[in-house]
């Protein structure tokens, strides 16, 4: 299996730019596609984007299309979310999950999940 462990949340004013990291240990991590997930106060955990064990294909949802990237570095085991023009809609806790097989879209199929980080946008 694999523990994950994500960094980098925070208090951002709407607009910033932060990254999310989500370091990875136990079985190797290349094996794994990767995604990053968010859970806003009263509502249910979305998909946020995913991106393939080589990192060749990347998915996002519609609202953070051309505003957030993710991308990997199967070195160092670790998953990155690069969010920018970040908005008060955003806030959420961020959570990054592993899974092996097909279905890197469907939140269900996620094995390991991290323990999640906190993103407050402010306006």
């Not at 998909?47 to 064990?53: D, G, L």
């Not at 970040?86 to 097989?101: F, H, N, S």
Request: glycine share 12%; proline share 2%.
């Amino acid at each position: 299996q694999v523990q994950l462990v994500e960094s980098g949340g925070g208090l951002v004013q709407a607009g910033g730019s932060p990254r999310l990291s989500c370091a990875a240990s136990g079985r190797t991590f290349s094996t794994y596609n990767m995604g990053w997930f968010r859970q806003a106060p009263g509502k249910e955990r979305e998909f946020v984007a995913a991106i393939t064990r080589s990192g060749g294909s990347t998915y996002y949802a519609d609202s953070v299309k051309g505003r957030f990237t993710i991308s990997r570095d199967n070195a160092k085991n670790t998953l990155y979310l690069q969010m920018n023009n970040l908005k008060p809609e955003d806030t959420a806790v961020y959570y990054c999950a592993a899974k092996t097989g097909l279905g890197i879209l469907d939140t269900a199929l996620y094995l390991y999940w991290g323990q999640g980080t906190q993103v407050t946008v402010s306006s």
